[in-house]
Each structure stands twice: as C-alpha cells, then as structure tokens.
C-alpha cells in the first residue's frame, strides 16, 4: 500500500478576535442568533498582516515540528482564494520565505475543499515522482478580504486563518475521493475585479446577468442551496473514500470536516451514520476560514493530544464551485 504521512503541521490565527457581540455592533444581530443557528462564538480577523503572511507562519512551524530541512520539500502547494497579488503565486512567495528555494509551488484554487484537493494531489506527486521527499500543503485565506460586512446573513460566518502540514512517504493507510458539481457555482461566489481597457466598447458585463447577476467582489452565498450540497456532499465523499479500500467507515477515529456551520456537521454526522463524539469541531472559535479550517482544527486536535499517532483520520470538506473531496490516512 503507497500512502502517505504527515509529519509536522502549523497554523497561524491573526491576534485580533472578533465576538459575537461586536458583530452586534456593526449588523442587527446578537450572540443568540449567530451561535443557534452557525455554532460561532468568535472568529479571528487579520489586522493588517497579508494572506502571504500568515501562510508563511504556519508553513515555518509545519516545517519545524516535522523536523526536516526546507531545502528537502519538492512542492509547495497553496489552498488561497484570497491571494495578495493576481501574480504570483502565494506559493512562491512562501517557498521565499521559509527558504524551500528548492521546490516547485503553485497555488489550488478548490475554495473550502482545497486542503482535501492538495493533500490527494500531494499523494499523487509523491507517488510518481521519487525524487521527491516532502509536499508542503498550506492554507492560508483572508476572507475579511471579500466579506460584506453590511450584511448580516454572511458577514458573522467568516474568519481568517493560515495551517500548514508537511507531508512525506509511507506505507499507512490512505484513500481518497475528490469531485465537484459545477451546476451549483452560482451558489456560492465571488466576483473578480472588472477589467476597463481603453478600447472597450461594451457597457455591460455578461457576468452581471443570469445566475450571476448580484455581488461585486465581495461572497455571494444562497444558503440554502449550500446546506442542501454540504449534508450529502459530506457523507457522499467520505463513504467513497472508505470504499476504495474497503474500510468500514466505523473504524475511523476522528472526522475532521469543514467548519461552515455545526448544522451542517451534525447533519453530515448522521448522514455518514456515525456519533457527532467522532468529530472535531472549532467552528465556535474560528468561524469559516474556507480551505484552512480542516488543517487549523487538524493541528489543534494534534497539539492538544486529541489526535494520536496511529489514529485513523477522515479529512472531508465541501465548496464553492461546488467541490467535495475526503481523504482517510493514519495519522
């Protein structure tokens, strides 16, 4: 069995907390409403510091707690939706900054699945490139970036936040399902910034009608439509993944899931048929930090000794686009 391993993680939460009570001070709402129905308490805003940044954090703690030399990581891969600059990539600039001059990066663009998506692909470079040693995967996004704040029904779900996980080889278990439902990208979105060149003679942009037609840059989400991909997105990925190898999905120690909404996880919990006990679950700290909420709950469950050597783990995530994806290993 080729699997894979992952030696060190990371993680990176901006000092300024946001509660429940100062969103009260911006939107109509309360403490009540938010934590009922999302299961938020608080989230953590960056204050200034750039996506860049916080992934280069999270990234050079990964690195030292896996004990290794930058140098020896093949591939840097990078989960940003909410990147500093069109070009380059946060990748690169990570690779910088730790001092991994000797890796190929790039930067994975799954929104809130792109932790599942980087660890899979991660497995497949390893796989079939040997002289690779180490994948780094990190998660770095800025939501603050492309929040409303004068909307209430979004604006208290999101926060910002970086995690890292340097992966490497190993014959432990390991299985994996990624896939998307593209219908639904009307569902959850962001528009880019609009191009005005000096020779445009259209007055209307064809983005700006049909399904796409409301949002500028900031996050358009039907909520709805979300929960209703998210609940069986979640137990549809992880089932397929246990299914590859023919694991029963009652053997896996702890479930790590995107943290969007804890409806949406308990929901999932039961559509997986599995006890919510089996679940780690920070959304009330964190909010929704898109691709870093899976590696920011897995290194805190880590560093709390929650998560044990040998355990056997379900990371399992939904997104914009719509995408879904699992991945099972042995921690």
Known sequence: MFGIEILGTGSYNPALNVTNNDMAKIVETNDEWISTRTGIKSRRIADGEPTWKMGAEAAAEAVKNAGIDPMDIGLIIDTTITNDFCTPSVACVIQNEIGAWGAAAYDLNAACSGFVYAVDAAKRYLQTEPEMKYVLVVANEMLSKI?????????????????AAVIGRSEKLFASFIGADGRGAHSLY?????VFHPFRTSQTDEIDSGE?????????????EVYKFATKALPTAAHKAAEKIGLDINEVDWFIPHQANIRIIETAAK???VSMDKFIVNIQNHGNTSSASIPIALHEAITDGIIKRGDKLCLVGFGAGLTMGAVILEY
């Open 212 to 224: 796409y037609e409301t949002g500028t840059t900031y996050l358009v989400q039907d909520g709805k």
């Open 271 to 273: 559509n997986i048929g």
């Open 190 to 194: 962001s528009k880019a910034h609009k």
């Open 147 to 163: 929040t409303d704040y004068t909307d209430r029904s979004t604006c208290v779900l999101f926060g910002d936040g970086a995690a």
